[in-house]
């Protein structure tokens, strides 16, 4: 079984993109988006701090709401995307598995419509 140790949310992605034999070139936009996204969502609690605090100082309201509700899911889609999440392993102890292959919800739209691309 895997050790998990605590870390941040990009340091935690950059171990998975090490670890992805099948990621290449083609997902170098959606590995940028995914890092963005992970340092934003390393980094909400002290932008909400810093909002809170300007905030306190102009007697206003913050210009940040203080949980962010669409990061995590976004980011969750983003690891879908690039097939850095399991879909169909059998749980530890039921005998050997095969992880699914990277799902490429596009590609499977495009075969849906018949086009090519």
Do not use: C
């Not at 992805?20 to 083609?26: D, F, I, K, N, Y």
């Not at 392993?89 to 919800?105: L, T």
Request: net charge neutral; no cysteine.
């Amino acid at each position: 079984m895997a050790k998990f140790v605590e870390e941040s949310v990009a340091e935690a992605l950059e171990r998975s993109i090490r670890n992805a034999t099948h990621l290449r070139a083609r997902h170098a936009a959606a590995i940028a988006a995914a890092r963005a996204l992970a340092r934003k969502i390393d980094a909400w609690d002290l932008i909400v701090e810093w909002a809170n605090d300007d905030a306190a100082d102009d007697g206003g309201r913050p210009k940040v709401p203080a949980n962010d509700n669409v990061s995590i899911a976004s980011f969750l889609k983003y690891l879908d995307t690039l097939g850095l999440v399991p879909e169909d392993e059998a749980p530890a102890g039921r005998g050997a598995s095969v992880p699914a292959p990277p799902k490429n919800d596009i590609a499977a739209m495009r075969k849906k419509l018949g086009r090519s691309g």
